[in-house]
């Protein structure tokens, strides 16, 4: 099993820009697709970006042209560094990594886009 730790959340102003980190816990985390998913008051979790082991990679379409997801294998790690941010963009951010049927939850971090 792998536990996921995010963090690189926050409250930021409009426009503004953060970076998100996700760390995995044990090795093979090359093996692993990852993805960022966020959850606003009310709505359902919805997938933001997702990356393959190959590095390709795969954008809800409101965050097109101002997130960019990327991995570093040798660091374990997963990122999501969000530009241009807009209020709508609020919510908590939560990273999955899948292998095979298995998939894991981090617990989350809150992004806080004010106007």
């Known amino acids: 099993q792998v536990q996921l730790v995010e963090s690189g959340g926050g409250l930021v102003q409009a426009g503004g820009s953060l970076r998100l980190s996700c760390a995995a816990s044990?090795?093979?985390?090359?093996?692993?697709?990852m993805a960022w998913y966020r959850q606003a008051p009310g709505k359902q979790r919805e997938l933001v970006a997702n990356?393959?082991?190959?590095?390709?990679?795969n954008y809800e379409d409101s965050v097109k042209g101002r997130f960019t997801i990327s991995r570093d294998n040798a660091k374990n790690a997963v990122y999501l560094q969000m530009n241009s941010l807009k209020p709508e963009d609020t919510a908590v951010y939560y990273c999955?990594?899948?292998?095979?049927?298995?998939?894991?939850w981090g617990q989350g971090t809150q992004v806080t886009v004010s106007s």
């Open positions: 044990r090795s093979y985390f090359s093996l692993y697709t």
């Open positions: 990356i393959t082991v190959t590095g390709n990679t």
């Open positions: 999955r990594g899948t292998i095979g049927r298995n998939t894991y």
